[in-house]
């Protein structure tokens, strides 16, 4: 849809989710070409991955294969669903302990939305509840009605690939967000 979009026109994405991706059939750098081709930002609103896990509705348990009575318990314990689960008043701790196993291995392995934001020169927001959301959502609004767009044409055109960007402004109460660099095809003169 933002490729039929006129070039005059920003393009820009929201995207409003968790931040782990579970089922896209796209590569992280496909997508992200793609994106940097079409001049597109992505601008992400997520909720953190270990909120999801600890507010999801915990899973039917299954039926014990051991019968109670095969449990060991202290002496002249009774047999009760208390005595005989193992985990007693403390709840599942496992989603949050999975999280904490992804977010390890998150270190090494970057978040897709990290790298879309990053490289296409948008920002990844985070919220906990509804008012966070809308926070978050107005934020990105804002940003996007009180940003200035500086263009830019090199004067050779033969240097194809990846060129890097960097911006400096001089006034304290300014904030430069741009992306890293941007792709362009060499043209023989």
Known sequence: MLRRRSGDRRRVILLISESRDKGSSGRVRET????????????????????????????????????????RLPAGAAVTPETTSG??????????????IRGVKAIFIPNPVEVFTKYTGGK????VDLKGLEKAIASIG?????QYLITYTPSTKSE??????KIEVTRQDLTVSTRPGYWMAAIPQ
């Open 87 to 100: 985990i007693g008043n403390y709840g599942n701790v496992m989603p949050a302990f999975e999280e904490i």
């Open 32 to 71: 992200l070409a793609a994106a940097e081709f079409q001049n597109v930002s992505l601008y992400a609103v997520n909720i953190p991955r270990v909120v999801t896990a600890l507010t999801a509705r915990a899973p039917a348990p299954r039926p014990d294969p051991i019968p109670a009575s095969a449990h």
């Open 124 to 127: 990844e927001q985070h919220f």
């Open 142 to 146: 804002n940003e996007l009605h009180a």
């Open 160 to 165: 194809g690939g990846y060129h890097q960007i």
